[in-house]
């Protein structure tokens, strides 16, 4: 079966940064896109970030949603079967729970109904 397990969550300071993980197994990582949403209390689960399947072949293509961007970098290592999330300058308003999701295809899409699968979270509490 799928499964996909975020670790490196945490509480943090404003002003740092944090290097979250996702190591998948169960399927052929290399063949879909991946990406990172957040949920915080009380609010829809948001997109923070996307990256292109490594089979399409051509230049990296990554997608950030505008809460973050500037301040984050979405990679993979397809040796490890392992997704990454790093965010700078951490906010209070970035407090919430990351969640590692798997797309139905190759492109980084923005939506959470093009994800198959979901890791069950890690928390991320920035303090100020």
């Known amino acids: 079966q799928v499964q996909l397990v975020e670790s490196g969550g945490g509480l943090v300071q404003a002003g740092a940064s944090l290097r979250l993980s996702c190591v998948a197994s169960g399927y052929i990582f290399s063949n879909y896109a991946m990406g990172w949403f957040r949920q915080a209390p009380g609010k829809e689960r948001e997109f923070v970030a996307g990256?292109?399947?490594?089979?399409?072949?051509?230049?990296?293509?990554?997608n950030y949603g505008d809460s973050v961007k500037g301040r984050a970098t979405i990679s993979r290592d397809v040796a490890k079967n392992t997704l990454y999330l790093e965010i700078n300058s951490l906010k209070p308003d970035d407090t919430a729970v990351y969640y590692c999701?798997?797309?139905?295809?190759?492109?980084?899409?923005?939506?959470?109904?093009?994800?198959?699968?979901w890791g069950q979270g890690t928390q991320v509490t920035v303090s100020s």
């Open positions: 990256i292109v399947a490594p089979i399409w072949g051509s230049a990296v293509n990554t």
């Open positions: 999701a798997t797309s139905h295809q190759m492109f980084a899409t923005t939506m959470t109904s093009d994800y198959a699968y």
